[in-house]
Nanobody, 115 residues
Framework: QVQLVESGGGLVQPGGSLRLSCEAS????????MNWYRQAPGKERELVAG????????NYANSVKGRFTISRDNAKNTVSLQMNNLKPEDTAVYYC????????WGKGTLVTVSS
């Protein structure tokens, strides 16, 4: 079965950096685009970044453009999110996602940006 396991969250000060990783299993990873979403307290889940199956194309929410970078390693079945210049408004639970006729989600990893 599809499994997505996120890691790398934590507490960081404004202006700091974190790198999230998602380890995928249970499907042919290099056939599917992958996404990172986030959900802040009291808000709806939103798309942060996406990457095509080959890694050749990426897309970002306007709020993170220039600060976040999504990447993937098809040999290791992992997708990562490098987050730089973090802001308090980036505080959220971050989820790894794949759509295979149905949305599959990991359990999420909490990122808290606070001084």
């Amino acid at each position: 079965q599809v499994q997505l396991v996120e890691s790398g969250g934590g507490l960081v000060q404004p202006g700091g950096s974190l790198r999230l990783s998602c380890e995928a299993s249970g499907f042919t990873f290099n056939n599917y685009a992958m996404n990172w979403y986030r959900q802040a307290p009291g808000k709806e889940r939103e798309l942060v970044a996406g990457i095509t199956n080959t890694g050749g194309n990426t897309n970002y929410a306007n709020s993170v453009k220039g600060r976040f970078t999504i990447s993937r390693d098809n040999a290791k079945n992992t997708v990562s999110l490098q987050m730089n210049n973090l802001k308090p408004e980036d505080t959220a639970v971050y989820y790894c996602n794949v759509y295979r006729g149905y949305d599959y989600w990991g359990k999420g990893t909490l990122v808290t940006v606070s001084s």
